[in-house]
């Protein structure tokens, strides 16, 4: 079955990196995400995957899919206030219309 | 470009009445539309696929004569909750998927969300 679990708290301190892990149970995954959820907003795509490539960096993000263990993580480089937020892992398979969430993983900036 | 708007953000309703929530891609048409239902600090549950001009796709479990929704035109999809009952107050959120797909990935743009309260 569809699932993706991700653990539902982190707290850093600013500058240091977060790193956000996910895990997902479908390998038939075509595209990994993350996307963003401030407070009472709706979610903003981040970043993706597609499922044949390992690594994919854009400035202060770094997304590392390990394929073979349905692992992936999202590396917030010298993390700031405005990354405070929830961060959605999803996957969607191939095929299919849906992107499977998961629960979020709510990200808490120390001073 | 890219950006799904959500009419109202935030409604309060008495119990037994019914609510319309809008969504609507600004710039783009959208052949498929989802609508998310979202509880405090929970993930996003898929309540529907709403298609252009054909009856929406509801997952198990949810109630399609309880969450209508009408997909009328490329930019406008609806859901309404009839008959709504404090159970129901939750943060709706949808999605417009534009018909062209980018390298074939699935992207989703997601409106704001609306915050229903129910009393």
């Known amino acids: 079955g569809e699932d993706v679990e991700q653990s539902l708290f982190l707290s850093v301190r600013e500058g240091d990196s977060s790193v956000i892990n996910c895990t997902y149970t479908?390998?038939?995954?075509?595209?990994l995400y993350w996307y963003k959820q401030e407070p009472g907003a709706g979610l903003q795509l981040l970043t993706y995957?597609?499922?044949?490539?390992d690594m994919k960096q854009d400035q202060r993000l770094t997304v590392l899919l390990n394929k073979k263990d349905k692992h992936l993580s999202l590396r917030i480089a010298d993390t700031q206030t405005g990354d405070s937020a929830i961060y959605f892992c999803a996957e969607s398979i191939t095929g299919d219309d849906k992107i499977i969430f998961g629960k979020g993983t709510r990200l808490h900036i120390l001073p | 470009g890219a950006v799904v708007s959500q009419h109202p953000s935030w409604v309060i309703c008495k119990s037994g009445t019914s609510v319309k929530i809008e969504c609507r891609s600004l710039?783009?048409?959208?052949?498929?539309m989802f609508w998310y239902r979202q509880f405090p600090k929970q993930s996003l549950m898929l309540m529907a696929t709403?298609?252009?001009?054909?009856?929406?796709?509801?997952e198990q479990g949810v109630e399609k004569d309880k969450f209508l929704i009408n997909h009328a035109s490329l930019t406008l999809s609806t859901l309404t909750v009839t008959s709504a009952h404090p159970e129901d107050s939750s943060f709706y959120i949808c999605s417009a998927r534009p018909p062209v797909r980018a390298g074939g990935r699935d992207e989703q743009f997601f409106g704001p969300g609306t915050r229903l309260t129910v009393l």
């Open positions: 709403s298609n252009e001009g054909s009856k929406a796709t509801y």
């Open positions: 710039d783009f048409q959208a052949t498929t």
């Open positions: 479908d390998s038939s995954s075509t595209y």
């Open positions: 995957i597609f499922s044949n490539m």
